[in-house]
């Protein structure tokens, strides 16, 4: 039993221990922002219905603004602070940057986590398929295109390919 | 939110236990509920956390008969992805899984919190109105009000609509639920989950104040049925439906033997509508007959001021379905 109130509970959050008082009632995405300070998460709309709150809890990608932090405890929490290795980014990231694949930015942390999972589960990911994977993130910035360019080109590199893209993907057509 | 005292139940018994005290709610992944919670609309004094039984309620387990049984834990993706439902006989069950909502809600979403989920009416849904419906307000906002996404039928003096889409699947092949109330389990079919006369001051479901449901038991189907499930959505993901169409059918010989027929997100509980499968027996499969079927399905439909095209798209998803089937 949890009383209401602040209970100190320690998580796992990218691959470290991380002790934290909170209060019993906050969602996931309030603790992650606002106690502990990862504030790569984004606050979207907090109704299921963006994917901006993205994180992955034991590789699986969920909405953090619809789970109670208290259910995150004892599983492994995985937020985009933990997809860069020390100053090497991520594949994805860096496809991201260099396919212009973020505008504001806004939806991107929650983009990576759910095709971070994707590529871990489908290394060769079919555009049909990354549609699918990435059907519960919103972007209204990109059209999504070199999003879908950006995630076959990070899958890419991590199979030890190194494709060019193609011109219009870079300057457009 | 309004602060809880969070309960994480050992057993089953110890969570009827908890589960019965007055201002407990069970949760199960909480995304309808956590939303409801967060509007304010539901201020449970005790959250009774199911997900510490996930290890005893989550799993697909096919029976010796080649029915399904299914724990009340089990993720919708786990449905979606799961080999014992590949057969076609469980097609309706599959898609309905795997249409809903996102894969990030799929990923958590339990198969019993989907079927009783609250009605997704903007009038219910927010605090700052007062609906007959659950919250002591005068009359139904929506009869009057922005209804275009309501009922067309089913209707008496509410006419919110029913937004899973699990319950057409799964009536349509006839399955039926475990419950678990104090120390008494008992086993009904899931048609008397939903109330028969949907009454505004009655909820979505008919269980009593601390009954869980434990299972979800689909029965073996008929030999050679095949099942299918198709809506109508405004977007390509994220949306619940406007309408949904569920049938499990046996062809044999060129004609068709046995046929069931639910109807979806058209009325304030999912609609059986044995009337209008019956027109389909002895008949060969057309697009002459499944027109006919789908007008017998909207026959009773009477439409609110804003939804008049939930008939015309509904019997479109009526087709679509019926000629998914006996492809
Ligand atoms: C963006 C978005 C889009 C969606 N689109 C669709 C859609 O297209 N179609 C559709 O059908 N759904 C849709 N949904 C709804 C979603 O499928 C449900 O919210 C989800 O399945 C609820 O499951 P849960 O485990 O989170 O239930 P919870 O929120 O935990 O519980 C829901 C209710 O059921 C009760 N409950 C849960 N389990 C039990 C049990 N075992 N015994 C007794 N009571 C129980 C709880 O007390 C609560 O009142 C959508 C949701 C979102 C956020
Ligand atoms: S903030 Fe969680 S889905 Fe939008
Ligand atoms: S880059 Fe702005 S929302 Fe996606």
Same mark, same amino acid.
């Given at each position: 039993?949890?009383?209401?109130?602040?209970?100190?509970?320690?998580?796992?959050?990218?691959?470290?221990?991380?002790?934290?008082?909170?209060?019993?009632?906050?969602?996931?995405?309030?603790?992650?922002?606002?106690?502990?300070?990862?504030?790569?998460?984004?606050?979207?709309?907090?109704?299921?219905?963006?994917?901006?709150?993205?994180?992955?809890?034991?590789?699986?990608?969920?909405?953090?603004?619809?789970?109670?932090?208290?259910?995150?405890?004892?599983?492994?929490?995985?937020?985009?602070?933990?997809?860069?290795?020390?100053?090497?980014?991520?594949?994805?990231?860096?496809?991201?940057?260099?396919?212009?694949?973020?505008?504001?930015?806004?939806?991107?942390?929650?983009?990576?986590?759910?095709?971070?999972?994707?590529?871990?589960?489908?290394?060769?990911?079919?555009?049909?398929?990354?549609?699918?994977?990435?059907?519960?993130?919103?972007?209204?910035?990109?059209?999504?295109?070199?999003?879908?360019?950006?995630?076959?080109?990070?899958?890419?590199?991590?199979?030890?390919?190194?494709?060019?893209?193609?011109?219009?993907?870079?300057?457009?057509? | 939110?309004?602060?809880?005292?969070?309960?994480?139940?050992?057993?089953?018994?110890?969570?009827?236990?908890?589960?019965?005290?007055?201002?407990?709610?069970?949760?199960?992944?909480?995304?309808?509920?956590?939303?409801?919670?967060?509007?304010?609309?539901?201020?449970?004094?005790?959250?009774?956390? +199911? $997900?510490? /039984?996930?290890? #005893?309620?989550?799993?697909?387990?096919?029976? !010796?008969? @080649?029915?399904?049984?299914?724990?009340? =834990?089990?993720?919708?993706?786990?449905?979606?992805?799961?080999?014992?439902?590949?057969?076609?006989?469980?097609?309706?069950?599959?898609?309905?899984?795997?249409?809903?909502?996102?894969?990030?809600?799929?990923?958590?979403?339990?198969?019993?919190?989907?079927?009783?989920?609250?009605?997704?009416?903007?009038?219910?849904?927010?605090?700052?109105?007062?609906?007959?419906?659950?919250?002591?307000?005068?009359?139904?906002?929506?009869?009057?009000?922005?209804?275009?996404?309501?009922?067309?039928?089913?209707?008496?003096?509410?006419?919110?609509?029913?937004?899973?889409?699990?319950?057409?699947? +799964? $009536?349509? /092949?006839?399955? #039926?639920?475990?419950?678990?109330?104090?120390? !008494?389990? @008992?086993?009904?079919?899931?048609?008397? =989950?939903?109330?028969?006369?949907?009454?505004?001051?009655?909820?979505?479901?008919?269980?009593?104040?601390?009954?869980?449901?434990?299972?979800?038991?689909?029965?073996?189907?008929?030999?050679?049925?095949?099942?299918?499930?198709?809506?109508?959505?405004?977007?390509?993901?994220?949306?619940?439906?406007?309408?949904?169409?569920?049938?499990?059918?046996?062809?044999?010989?060129?004609?068709?033997?046995?046929?069931?027929?639910?109807?979806?997100?058209?009325?304030?509980?999912?609609?059986?509508?044995?009337?209008?499968?019956?027109?389909?027996?002895?008949?060969?499969?057309?697009?002459?007959?499944?027109?006919?079927?789908?007008?017998?399905?909207?026959?009773?439909?009477?439409?609110?001021?804003?939804?008049?095209?939930?008939?015309?798209?509904?019997?479109?998803?009526?087709?679509?379905?019926?000629?998914?089937?006996?492809?």
């Amino acid at each position: 039993m949890i009383d209401p109130g602040k209970v100190l509970a320690t998580f796992c959050i990218n691959g470290e221990e991380q002790a934290c008082a909170f209060v019993s009632h906050r969602t996931l995405l309030e603790v992650l922002r606002e106690d502990l300070q990862l504030t790569g998460t984004k606050h979207g709309c907090e109704l299921g219905e963006c994917g901006a709150c993205t994180v992955q809890i034991n590789g699986v990608p969920v909405l953090s603004c619809l789970m109670l932090a208290v259910d995150a405890i004892g599983q492994q929490i995985r937020t985009v602070e933990g997809l860069a290795d020390g100053p090497a980014l991520h594949p994805l990231q860096d496809a991201f940057a260099d396919l212009g694949a973020a505008q504001c930015g806004y939806c991107t942390p929650g983009l990576l986590m759910t095709a971070e999972a994707l590529i871990a589960r489908d290394p060769c990911p079919s555009r049909e398929a990354i549609k699918q994977g990435l059907a519960g993130n919103l972007c209204r910035c990109t059209g999504y295109l070199k999003i879908f360019e950006a995630v076959e080109l990070a899958a890419a590199r991590m199979r030890g390919e190194n494709p060019v893209p193609k011109r219009e993907t870079i300057y457009g057509s | 939110m309004k602060p809880f005292t969070y309960i994480l139940p050992r057993s089953l018994p110890e969570a009827a236990t908890a589960a019965a005290r007055k201002g407990a709610q069970l949760k199960a992944a909480g995304i309808d509920l956590i939303d409801r919670m967060k509007e304010r609309i539901e201020t449970p004094s005790e959250v009774v956390n +199911l $997900l510490s /039984l996930k290890g #005893e309620l989550s799993y697909i387990k096919s029976e !010796r008969d @080649s029915g399904l049984r299914i724990g009340a =834990l089990t993720t919708l993706n786990d449905l979606e992805l799961d080999a014992a439902l590949g057969a076609a006989q469980f097609g309706a069950l599959r898609e309905a899984a795997g249409r809903t909502a996102t894969p990030l809600v799929r990923n958590r979403a339990t198969i019993v919190g989907n079927l009783l989920q609250v009605t997704r009416c903007w009038y219910l849904r927010s605090a700052a109105f007062g609906c007959l419906h659950g919250k002591k307000g005068p009359a139904c906002l929506a009869m009057t009000g922005e209804n275009r996404y309501h009922s067309v039928m089913g209707y008496f003096d509410c006419v919110r609509v029913h937004p899973s889409n699990l319950a057409p699947a +799964l $009536l349509a /092949l006839d399955a #039926e639920f475990t419950s678990q109330l104090g120390d !008494r389990q @008992s086993r009904r079919k899931l048609s008397e =989950l939903f109330p028969k006369e949907a009454r505004a001051m009655l909820a979505e479901h008919t269980l009593l104040p601390g009954e869980i449901v434990t299972a979800i038991h689909v029965p073996a189907q008929p030999a050679n049925a095949r099942s299918a499930y198709r809506e109508s959505r405004e977007k390509l993901s994220f949306d619940w439906a406007t309408t949904a169409c569920a049938a499990r059918i046996v062809v044999e010989g060129g004609k068709i033997r046995t046929a069931t027929l639910v109807l979806g997100a058209v009325a304030p509980v999912p609609m059986p509508m044995p009337e209008a499968a019956k027109l389909l027996i002895g008949e060969a499969p057309s697009d002459e007959l499944f027109q006919k079927v789908a007008n017998a399905a909207y026959q009773s439909a009477v439409p609110l001021s804003q939804n008049v095209y939930k008939v015309q798209v509904g019997k479109a998803v009526v087709r679509e379905t019926l000629h998914a089937i006996t492809r």
